[in-house]
């Protein structure tokens, strides 16, 4: 079974990705250069990466003593990623780019995510280069981002600490002024740090020549102090080898030390690091301190970080839905192949029958039917977010607003959605294989494992909801609560024309002014003590139903093609969603709307 019918009919039939190449930016583009970037990544992807998977999880990666170890199909994998021009695909043409759009490169790197995802396909090089072309100077785009878009170096993200994950507020790493000249370092003011960074994906390895690590600290105020909160924190590049203005290797190791390895439940193909910086193990100019380059504007650093945040939690959406993807396909195929059990007829069942294939039974079909429109209404989620990436870059500047408006309420849910409903979707593939499913011989346990990640990183589940219920629907007056109810009520004028949708399209109206009413609710005593207490829930319930209003407008595309299995399977995922999964919001805006402080009031003594 293929991804490939999925992905082109979302972005032909449903998204109609050529029409971007209407604008000035994607004039050079068409159905045919788009096919062609994702039958490169496809075929990469199949011959790199999916024989390479189970190697990846069983060869972890481990430390000699003075480097970090990873299997050579790793290497051979991510040369191949980078000679595919991917890592530098929506760049300008002057750069080497293609200025491919986000809606096409999301697309493609999909491909990875499904038969690979902890090889990796440049994620954190990307977004850390990325960032350095909108916030770096000259000279950092030229010497860091540039040589990361070849795949020459490669990129981290350095924001927790062993004591400030969630909490980046709570950042002890500090940064001093490297001397007096420190201000005419061609490569940016120039820093020594000094700090400990927790949980640093690919913080060490030999993919790369260098690894430039993109690092939040703190300058102390004039007495030593740090600024409290988030205010205070500015942002470093911090290249694991130092280099000079023209991006060679100096020879001189720069003052980061990797402290250890994390030993994961899963995505064991990335390495995962504690590092130390400037502990003193690499002196520089034989003095402690790793050397870092200001990016940016003292104090600013969380907004050039969160610059880059959008795309990185789309990818982490997509990583999840693409994990949930592999189950599904994976458990599709087992139920067709494993016989057990015999059919239900109106007198029970016959023993005299020969077994059935297990997907005959209703059950399996019931978890196959889950997967599927958790998984594929979880893809069509990540390309429609990464459509309106593409509108706030190059739309006029009124669209453009709207779709950064929309983006803001939206990427909490693509962010968490698929990681909590895909992960499920893993269970699920467990499951339809029985005792199979829950040992290392099949691939659907790996897929859980690995899964089980999104969740926590980028902000974790809890922190997600408080963002959505805290901030996103209540920012600006509440105007992209309001865009986005616009969105939703348009699908449903459609729909309810429709005599297939129309029921369909009545309840997502419902679930919408449910929504609305909880939102409410919620804040109506204007106490966050009381509003936020079921952010969670609250997160559910608005990710089913904006879930729910991408099956619908996705039913609509799929209704006019012609009579085919493919159509018949999308309008059943649909179905089940509006029959089985929407009407889970109620519970959850229930204890929205009531502010129910079960959980908040009990004491720590009552547990
Ligand atoms: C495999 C892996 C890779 C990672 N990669 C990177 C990376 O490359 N770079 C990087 O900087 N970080 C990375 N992280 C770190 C990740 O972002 C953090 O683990 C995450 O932000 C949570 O921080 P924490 O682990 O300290 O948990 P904590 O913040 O201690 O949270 C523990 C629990 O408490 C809850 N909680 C915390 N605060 C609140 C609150 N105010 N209200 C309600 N609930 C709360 C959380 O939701 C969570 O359930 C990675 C983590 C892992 C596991």
Redesign the pocket.
Known sequence: MSLRPTVDFLLYDWLDAPSLSARERFADHSRETFDAVLDTCERIAREKYAPFNRVVDTQEPHFDGERVILPQATHDAQKAYAASGMLSAAQDYDVGGMQLPYTVEAAANAFFAMASVSIGSGM?TTGNANLLMVHGTEAQKQVFALNEFSGRFSG?????E??????LSDVATRAVPDGPDFQNDPLGPRYRLKGN???????EHELTDNIIHLV?AKIPDENGRLVPGTRGISLFIVPKKLVNTKGELTGERNDVALAGL?H?CG?RG?T?TLLNFGEGKYPVNGEAGAVGYLVGQPGKGLHCMFHMMNEARIGVGMAATMLGMAGYHASLDYAKNRPQGRPMGPAGKDPAQPPVRIIEHADVKRMLLAQKSYCEGALALELYCARLVDEQHTADAATADDARLLLEVLTPIAKSWPSEWCLEANSLAIQIHGGYGYTRDFPVEQYWRDNR?NM????????QA?DLLGRKVLMEGGKGLSLLAGRINATIERAIQQPELAAHANALGQALAQVGAATKAAWATGEPTDA?AN?VPYLQAFGHTVLAWIWLDVALAAQVAPASAARAGRLAAMRFFFHYELPKIGAWLQVVSSRDQTCAALPEEAF
Not at 162 to 167: I, L
Request: some cysteine.
């Open positions: 954190l981290t993200m350095c924001l927790s062993p004591q400030a994950g969630s909490s960074k927790m949980w640093i994906s690919a913080g939040l994390n994961k995505w990335t995962n990640l926590i990183h980028e902000g974790t589940h809890g922190i408080m936020l952010a």
